[in-house]
């Protein structure tokens, strides 16, 4: 489904391309021509390379600073398409002004407005030099630029207790993505600069299978809190995205992947529940195996047996379930009394714009819920941003890498 919403959009993008050197070089019909079907032409084999390199992801290792080239090749591409096309067709109203022609002489003394093409071509040069530009600030700088958000809610049935206790979140490590060591380091530094109460940890540890974590295992020990840690698990983290010689082994690995966590200090909830107990008083910690309501991506999680003999007595309940889609799916309608849901999944795509209250990204048009905190008759759903980063787009542009930090208050306090 990614793959075609892609598609579409590089299409539609090639298309308007395709218009603006149209109108750019009518006034010379033989190289418009030349440049029309050149522009097609590439454009057809760019699209076939394309759906041949995301078909090879899924079943060759292609190492990370491959793919990160043929990111910044895609970037510096597409965006100078797409800068090129918006200041060209900005131009046309009026905000740059062509050469016309006239019945008399230019005069000598006269600076002479350049044309369509020309301006276009210089358009051109120069957002290719910004693209390059964001393409290689997004493959290095922003991989590792995490970002601390904070979150204040007020929840009614809230023990008095846990009034004002923080824990915070984090989603989607990838750790086979994960190059650059020191500043992973980092991130983990600034969770636990943090001292939350509790951590949560929604899920995509790995990008294909366990053996990815050995190389942070170390690190990943010390994400440590008073209440705990834990987690539940991601639809990467079951080895689905590569071949296995045999069930047995893609089941070995998904053992291995619990096991690592246990090593950790981290307690993994699939399918179960938990109780976090403060000063006397009790909340209850959810976990689910991955469900999405998308045919692309498993249902592997069962609700109904993680609330199975959950005490009554408890009134604040908060879910850890990986993928967004779960909320309107099963949990609002099914679990009224879930007060807040923690998912990730989307990483907001890794691209963007957010800017005070305009938050826009291509996740949109593929999650209803997708990055940030959303209220649906009185329940929560806060989707993170991600750790880590794909391993077949290893870029983030406006979507940066996010830690979460909750605060949580009793409503009437």
């Known amino acids: 489904m990614f793959l075609v919403f892609f598609l579409t959009v590089l299409c539609l993008l090639d298309i308007l391309t395709g218009a603006t050197l149209w109108v ?11 440049i029309i079907w050149v522009h097609i032409f590439a454009s057809i084999v760019l699209g076939v390379a394309l ?106 049935n ?86 296995w010689q045999s069930p047995q082994a893609k089941q070995a690995n ?22 976090l107990s403060h000063e006397g008083e009790q909340i209850a910690l959810i976990g689910v195996g991955n469900w999405s309501k998308m045919s692309r991506f498993p249902k592997y999680g069962k609700l109904s047996q993680a609330t199975e003999n959950l005490s009554k007595e408890v009134k604040t309940q908060i879910l850890l379930s990986h993928d967004p889609t779960h909320w309107d799916a099963q949990v609002r309608p099914q679990n009224p009394n879930i007060a807040l849901t923690l998912a990730g999944h989307t990483h907001g795509m890794q691209l963007g714009l957010e800017w005070g209250s305009l938050k826009i990204s291509p996740a949109q048009f593929i999650f209803e819920q997708w990055a940030g905190l959303y209220q649906k008759s009185g329940q929560y759903l806060y989707v993170n941003r991600g750790f880590g980063y794909s391993d077949a787009f290893p870029i983030r542009l406006g979507m940066l890498p996010e830690l979460t930090v909750f605060t949580l208050e009793r409503a009437n306090h």
Not at 101 to 114: M, Q
Not at 256 to 271: N, P, R, S, T
């Open 51 to 156: 759906v041949v390199y995301r078909q090879a992801l899924d079943k060759t290792t292609i190492n990370l600073a491959t793919r990160q080239t043929v990111t910044l090749f895609l970037v510096w591409i597409y965006c100078t398409k797409l800068l090129s096309c918006i200041f060209f067709w900005l131009s046309l109203g009026g905000q740059v002004r062509f050469k016309k022609k006239s019945p008399l002489p230019a005069s000598p003394t006269k600076k002479e407005r350049i044309s369509r093409a020309q301006f276009l071509e210089r358009v051109g040069l120069a957002t290719g030099g910004v693209s390059l530009g964001l393409g290689f600030w997004g493959t290095n700088r922003n991989l590792y630029d995490y970002q601390t958000r904070y979150i204040t809610l007020q929840l009614p």
């Open 158 to 243: 809230l023990p008095p207790a846990f009034h004002g206790i923080r824990f915070l979140q984090i989603s989607d490590i990838h750790t086979g993505s994960l190059t650059n060591r020191l500043a992973v380091r980092g991130g983990f530094e600034k969770i636990l600069a943090e001292k939350p109460d509790f951590i949560c940890f929604t899920g995509d540890l790995v990008n294909y299978d366990t053996t990815e974590v050995r190389d942070f295992a170390s690190m990943l020990s010390t994400i440590k809190a008073p209440l705990g840690v834990f987690s539940c698990l991601g639809n990467h983290d079951y080895g689905d995205y590569r071949d």
């Open 254 to 275: 998904l053992q291995a992947l619990i096991k690592a966590q246990k090593e950790f200090g981290w307690k993994l909830l699939v399918d179960a529940h938990t109780y």
């Open 24 to 34: 750019a070089y009518q006034k010379n019909p033989a190289k418009r021509k030349k």
